[in-house]
């Protein structure tokens, strides 16, 4: 298994983990390598976040210097997708050399969805229901992405009764995304940093929706990323057996990571 999503203090201000925590963290749990996933999200009021990509590639080669035996380290970001940024960031991934692109929302219609409440105001299935067109927008926006991050962040935050975001609701928007990532080329995250904070809301059931995976599989879509979204170092490859276990029972006997910007499974 890979780490496919993480985050390091110095390129991403909400991070406390070093890189080399996190080398060392993946490299303890016996992982074949990590990404480090650097937060891209400008022009989002309280929650703006970019850093320095020259820096960041010269840090990233540094490092390459003295990893563990057969440990691989990869050049990531996560954008932070809103209307306006996308040519910006195809740009981005046409012209650096990234090995594994996320490309997320963390904004609804301009707001910061982790700091702005009112976002949530509308209710449960016109706010998840605009979560996924934005999502849908984002994957019909162009292949400047490899991975869609986090399907289901909006959940973090809502406030509801009952957070979970399940297919069922939604099937029209889901199968939409999912078709569209599936033409593209594009994997599906299974975000462990969703699973966490499901479980300390108290959600009988922390786990994504069972029906959200096995009705991407049926259309066709046969590439996961398993991303812990770590920004400390107990939160590397959290989960991973239990989720595991879960893509088994939901039909997907690898997850993926980009390498040069190309999916390579891994059992």
């Known amino acids: 298994m890979f780490e496919t999503h993480a985050h ?22 016996g992982l074949a390598g990590t ?24 840090v990233m080669e540094s490092a390459r210097s003295s990893l563990p035996a057969g440990f691989r380290l990869l050049n990531g970001i996560e954008a932070g997708y ?70 289901d962040y909006v959940t973090r935050f809502s406030g ?14 889901f199968d939409r995304l999912f078709r569209q990532i599936i033409a593209n080329g594009q ?19 922390p786990m994504p929706d069972p029906d959200v995976f096995l009705r991407y599989r049926e259309l066709g879509g046969e590439l996961v990323a398993v991303g812990s979204d770590a920004h400390a170092p107990d939160e590397v490859g959290l989960y991973r057996e239990r989720i595991r276990d879960y893509l088994l029972h939901v039909g997907f006997l690898r997850s993926f990571v980009y390498i040069d910007r190309s999916p390579v499974g891994f059992p």
């Open 160 to 173: 509801y009764a009952q957070p979970r975001l399940t297919y069922r609701e939604q099937p029209d928007r």
């Open 187 to 205: 994997a599906l995250e299974l975000n462990a940093r969703s699973i966490r904070a499901m479980e300390r809301i108290g959600a009988p059931d």
């Open 35 to 58: 990404v480090a996933t650097e937060h891209m999200d400008p022009d989002l009021g309280q929650g703006e976040m970019w850093f320095d990509l020259d820096d960041y590639f010269s």
């Open 82 to 151: 809103q209307t306006h940024l996308a040519d910006r960031y195809r740009n981005m991934a046409d012209t650096r050399p990234f090995d594994h692109v996320i490309g997320s929302v963390h904004a609804l219609r301009g707001d910061d969805i982790y700091f702005v409440q009112d976002v949530f105001r509308e209710g449960r299935e016109a706010v998840y229901g605009a979560y996924l067109d934005a999502l849908i927008e984002m994957a019909s926006s162009g292949r400047w992405f490899d991975v869609l991050g986090h399907y």
């Open 8 to 29: 390091t203090r110095r390129f991403s201000p909400d991070a406390v983990q070093s890189l080399g925590e996190l080398i060392a963290s993946a490299s303890a749990l």
